[in-house]
């Protein structure tokens, strides 16, 4: 019997305005190293590129990597924001680990794995106060958030040691 290892990983997005947490499954299972992205997913150019390249940063190996969202309340993915989440998913499930409870993570990822800026920035702590106890962000756009530290991040190494867990 395979074993699948599945993840669920909070995404920060913002929808007319208002900031909310959508969740992403991120499953892992043996194949030839492929990423699929659930049809369901609506999501932009942006977004998919985000997917990809977090993807194309990890060694995957003889793994198949599947990307669905589970919260049906949601139009559309959009942007580039999610990169960061998703890569920290990704890892998280090929290694066995998940993400630290209270923490969430918002920040693009370019091919190189450089953590890029995102927009929204306020709106998307709005929907975290009283959620979270950690958020980590691309560096040179921390904010001071009352019960909330929040880590400027540059590299993703940095990030896997402050989000994820055994």
Do not use: H, W
């Amino acid at each position: 019997m395979e074993v699948k290892n599945i993840v669920k990983i909070p995404i920060l997005a913002v929808e007319k305005g208002k900031g909310m947490i959508i969740y992403l499954e991120i499953e892992a299972r043996r194949g030839s190293g492929t990423l699929f992205l659930d049809t369901k997913l609506c999501s932009d150019e942006d977004t998919r590129e985000a997917i990809n390249n977090a993807f194309s940063l990890l060694k995957i190996g003889g793994k198949d990597i599947l990307v669905r969202i589970n919260d049906r309340k949601f139009d559309c993915l959009c942007g580039g924001s999610p990169g960061l989440s998703v890569y920290l998913g990704m890892y998280a499930c090929l290694r066995g680990l998940k993400f630290k409870p209270k923490t969430f993570a918002t920040g693009g990822i370019d091919k190189k794995g450089k953590i890029t800026a995102i927009e929204e920035l306020p709106e998307k702590i709005k929907a975290i106060l009283g959620k979270s106890e950690v958020l980590l962000v691309p560096k040179g756009q921390g904010l001071p958030i009352e019960g909330i530290k929040v880590k400027e991040i540059s590299d993703l190494k940095d990030a896997v040691k402050i989000a994820l867990i055994r």
